[in-house]
């Protein structure tokens, strides 16, 4: 991703209104075996469940049960694999041929070819058409033409993308990026069918495509439903009949639901019932590493925070933070204690490195104290860390890092919570850098790359960026790595670059989070994927 609001902030995912009287019934969507139903929590998404305006949690789950592209993440190693791409070759890591699979089609019988992938590409980069995911296109040769920084779209189309036959496509990238082809399993690169064109608002109303799942219906703030596709050509068929996502306004009536067998599934067991999930649900609850960290971010706009000095400030923050007491308190150990600022999941050779952050991750008062003290003090004489209200467990830990903080320098009032009543009103506020002090950032992985962890959210000008941080150093560094045609001196070059981040203290990583969900009695075979998604399609219903 390199620009729109890609931050997934998953811990606090998207909110919306609902009357309680929406929630509940898992037992009542039919039988048992592949025809049985899964009921499972869900919240309404951010933005239409157009591919490439989709950058949040809870419609990339339906999407990830909708569409199939080029590439997928394999559920067990988020390695990136060929799904409808038989070939993806380059020779020079700037030019691409795309080679397409046979067989495959929509769910409303059209075929899938490389016209499908290209047009939808097209609309997705396309200024007019305001998606949210539109930089992911932005390495596209051709792409400053149809999406520029001021002013209309010179063309319709990127130069850099040539439809050859209706199974061959070519793509020319603005510059080397060897690792390109693994970020083709995002579902803002998922093809489209000529309907999404032909009559835009029936097909946002009940979206068409090419995965092991249809949309049966949906009632925003209340329910929608999938159903098991017949004549889905993938591998990872559908093993039940079906997935009903509720939507809930709050996961603990989610999980007293599911305790209560009115749910089947919870994939964010709400951090006051951790105490208690073992209990109730013994081998049906799950807690396994995602690719996910929270951090804490940074104003840079605010010239208080953007001096020298203040890299020493906010050192001083992160060794004041006992990262382990509150992972092991306030998450009973679904969190683990961040060491650089990527995540575990990535594994060394995909670019995570443990104690890449060094000292500036080690609680030590001591030092802490110091070197806000050599820093000039914390900006304002008040650490004020914000975040969104609207979720019960974002107060909890913001109230632990603050009291550890304090605790640090011996001044209870130097750090407060500063709660934002919805996510909503939170991420406004962010992305109209109204930010006077820290504030809570999550980030779940588009693709299991170490690039994802760090241009996003620190190069200059990306648009997941809030905190509006530039280092030239940094960015030049990414830039080399992007055009490093092999992999491992990719990988080192990029965490040169995270070296400059945590010499800068950029952003403060606090923890890794884990993916946690529990299941009822009536399923199976549930796990979750390396993005801490559900495996919805081998999920089994007794």
């Known amino acids: 991703m390199r620009g729109a609001t890609h931050a997934k902030w998953a811990a606090g995912a998207v909110i919306v209104a609902l009357a309680a009287t929406a929630c509940g019934g898992g037992g009542s969507g039919g039988g048992g075996g592949a025809d049985g139903i899964v009921s499972s929590s869900w919240g309404d998404p951010q933005n239409p469940l157009e591919p490439a305006n989709t950058n949040e949690v809870q419609g990339g789950k339906v999407l990830d049960m909708l569409m199939r592209g080029l590439k997928r993440y394999d559920p067990k190693t988020g390695e990136a694999k060929n799904m409808l791409a038989a070939s993806i070759d380059t020779s020079d890591s700037e030019n691409f041929k795309v080679t397409l699979k046979d067989g495959w089609t929509f769910s409303n019988g059209e075929k899938v070819t490389a016209k499908s992938f290209v047009d939808a590409w097209n609309y997705g980069a396309n200024l007019k058409n305001n998606q949210k995911n539109a930089s992911m296109f932005a390495y596209i040769d051709g792409f400053d033409q149809i999406h520029p920084k001021s002013g209309s779209p010179a063309t319709d189309t990127m130069s850099g993308l040539k439809v050859v036959d209706d199974k061959t496509f070519t793509v020319k990238l603005n510059q080397k990026f060897s690792t390109w082809p693994d970020t083709l399993g995002y579902p803002a690169f998922a093809p489209l069918p000529r309907a999404f064109f032909d009559n835009h608002a029936a097909w946002l109303s009940k979206p068409v495509g090419n995965g092991p799942y249809t949309v049966d219906s949906y009632t925003k703030g209340s329910k929608l439903s999938m159903r098991k596709w017949a004549g889905y050509m993938g591998e990872d068929k559908a093993q039940n009949g079906g997935i009903d996502l509720k939507v809930y306004t709050d996961n603990n009536t989610a999980y007293t639901d599911l305790t209560a067998g009115n749910l089947d599934l919870v994939d964010d067991v709400p951090a006051s019932q951790l105490k208690n999930v073992k209990a109730d649900l013994g081998d049906r609850y799950i807690n396994t590493p995602a690719g996910i960290i929270q951090t804490l971010a940074f104003p840079y706009y605010d010239a208080a925070w953007n001096t020298p000095d203040a890299a020493k400030v906010r050192k001083g923050i992160s060794r004041a933070i006992n990262r382990k007491q509150i992972t092991?308190?306030?998450?009973?150990?679904?969190?683990?204690?961040?060491?650089?600022?990527?995540?575990?999941?990535?594994?060394?050779?995909?670019?995570?490195?443990?104690?890449?952050?060094?000292?500036?991750?080690?609680?030590?008062?001591?030092?802490?104290?110091?070197?806000?003290?050599?820093?000039?003090?914390?900006?304002?004489?008040?650490?004020?860390?914000?975040?969104?209200?609207?979720?019960?467990?974002?107060?909890?830990?913001?109230?632990?890092?603050?009291?550890?903080?304090?605790?640090?320098?011996?001044?209870?009032?130097?750090?407060?919570?500063?709660?934002?009543?919805?996510?909503?009103?939170?991420?406004?506020?962010?992305?109209?850098?109204?930010?006077?002090?820290?504030?809570r950032?999550?980030?779940?992985?588009?693709?299991?790359?170490?690039?994802?962890?760090?241009?996003?959210?620190?190069?200059?000008?990306?648009?997941?960026?809030?905190?509006?941080?530039?280092?030239?150093?940094?960015?030049?560094?990414?830039?080399?790595?992007?055009?490093?045609?092999?992999?491992?001196?990719?990988?080192?070059?990029?965490?040169?670059?995270?070296?400059v981040v945590r010499d800068q203290m950029a952003a403060i990583p606090l923890w890794y989070q884990n993916g946690s969900a529990g299941y009822s009695t009536r399923i199976s075979s549930v796990s979750l994927n390396p993005f801490s998604v559900p495996v919805y399609d081998q999920i089994k219903v007794s």
């Open 328 to 439: 092991e308190t306030i998450f009973q150990k679904t969190r683990t204690p961040a060491t650089d600022w990527t995540s575990p999941v990535l594994g060394e050779a995909g670019g995570y490195k443990a104690g890449l952050c060094g000292d500036g991750c080690d609680y030590n008062p001591a030092e802490a104290k110091k070197l806000i003290a050599d820093g000039g003090g914390i900006p304002g004489g008040q650490l004020k860390i914000s975040y969104n209200a609207d979720t019960g467990s974002h107060k909890e830990w913001v109230d632990a890092v603050c009291n550890s903080i304090n605790n640090a320098l011996g001044n209870d009032r130097a750090c407060v919570g500063g709660p934002v009543g919805t996510f909503a009103d939170f991420r406004s506020q962010i992305t109209q850098s109204k930010m006077s002090g820290p504030f």
């Open 441 to 499: 950032a999550g980030w779940q992985m588009d693709y299991p790359l170490i690039q994802n962890f760090l241009q996003p959210l620190y190069y200059t000008g990306a648009s997941s960026n809030d905190g509006k941080w530039t280092n030239a150093d940094f960015d030049k560094l990414v830039d080399r790595a992007n055009a490093e045609t092999d992999k491992a001196k990719a990988v080192s070059t990029f965490q040169q670059a995270e070296g």
